[in-house]
């Protein structure tokens, strides 16, 4: 059974912190597997794992509560996919969203007075000082003075046996340019089961100053979707095609972000005409690509330098994933200096 209820990272703050508080309650054996779930460990763990490190004996207990956590959007989880050794299917982690808010949550659930004080759309005559959150504003003359910032978004996911969460990648970017100061000057053309006729009408249509990619690739090239209903027929383009479509354009995207396996291969296909290139030195998991181009885009929308958003990219990866930190690499045209490039 897949997650059940509402619950949106991109706003409604206080319904959210209500909603997870009363889902998280106060049982003793759920609030052990939870504080497992978000203690010191930040790698990905099988139920027994998790299970230990909460002293938690029962297995069927354990399997259920994990289950709930889940399904109520306390906790997240990944397909283990030979991650960890092991029959186990699913491994668990931290969802970004409740570790933001965790004290918060916790609070909330331990209070049942201050979980009904707070405000919220559906109780807005509540009136308290409590957890009340502003998204940053700028003024629309301080917009104009910035260039604005058109990412192309490109997923592919043409094969069944290792799909990915391009889905929850996208959300997690989306939310995090919502909340960022300068979300009214950035616009995401998202691409979904992009083909390489997406990526030259998106150029055509947008001009983006950012290309996106997200999916399956190697040191050659990437795996665009194959164009038919069937799922497993892919579209292979090499980083040499790919770097003469990007050039065949009269406003080449400054920015290129390769969120694909062993995309490294591309830095002298695609430096031609690009002034930085963001890719991947190895095989990344699921969990840290999403991680990265998370706290990526967050960064850039809140007017970081592409070199300090890419750094906290880095440190994403670390938290979720530290044996991967280093994957994520970014390599820039000669010349060119990373920490004066600002996008948004």
């Keep these: 059974m897949g997650k059940v209820g509402i619950i949106n990272p991109t706003g409604d703050h206080e319904d959210n ?22 203690g010191r460990v930040s790698r990905p763990r099988t139920r027994t794992q998790v299970a230990a490190d909460a002293q938690v004996k029962d297995d069927q207990q354990a399997q259920n509560e994990l289950a709930y956590l889940y399904r109520k959007h306390l906790i997240d989880r990944i397909e283990n996919d030979g991650v960890v050794d092991g029959r186990s299917r699913y491994l668990y982690i931290k969802d970004e969203n409740v570790r933001s808010h965790k004290d918060e949550i916790i609070r909330a659930a331990d209070n049942k007075k201050l979980r009904d004080s707070i405000p919220t759309k559906h109780n807005p005559a509540v009136r308290a000082a409590t957890i009340v959150v502003k998204r940053p ?50 616009a995401l053309h998202q691409s979904e089961a992009a083909d390489f006729k997406d990526i030259l009408d998106g150029l055509n249509n947008h001009s983006p100053r950012v290309v996106h990619f997200s999916g ?49 291969g591309a830095r002298r296909a695609l430096l031609g005409s690009a002034k930085a290139l963001v890719v991947m030195e190895k095989a990344v998991s699921d969990v840290a690509a999403v991680a990265f181009a998370k706290q990526f885009y967050g960064a850039i929308a809140s007017g970081q330098s592409l070199q300090a958003a890419f750094d906290q990219g880095r440190v994403a990866v670390e938290f979720v994933s530290w044996d991967e930190a280093s994957t994520p690499t970014l390599v820039t045209a000669d010349g060119v200096n990373a920490k004066n490039i600002r996008l948004a």
């Excluded at 912190?17 to 978000?38: C, E, P």
């Excluded at 104009?144 to 069944?160: A, E, F, G, I, Q």
């Design 17 to 38: 912190i209500v909603r997870w508080a009363k889902n998280l309650g106060t049982s003793k054996l759920r609030r052990k597997l939870f504080n497992a779930i978000y």
């Design 216 to 264: 399956h690739g190697n040191t050659s090239g990437l795996a665009m979707d194959g164009g038919t209903v069937k799922r497993g027929k892919t579209n292979f383009v090499t980083f040499d095609l790919l770097g003469k479509a990007l050039a065949a354009t009269d406003n080449p995207p400054e920015v290129i972000v390769l969120n694909a396996c062993k995309s490294a």
């Design 137 to 186: 504003t700028v003024t629309r003359r301080e917009l104009k003075k910035r260039k604005r910032l058109d990412v192309l978004y490109l997923m592919s996911n043409p094969t069944k046996k290792h799909a990915l969460s391009l889905d929850k990648e996208v959300k997690a970017v989306k939310g995090e340019i919502l909340r960022s100061q300068f979300r009214d000057n950035i």
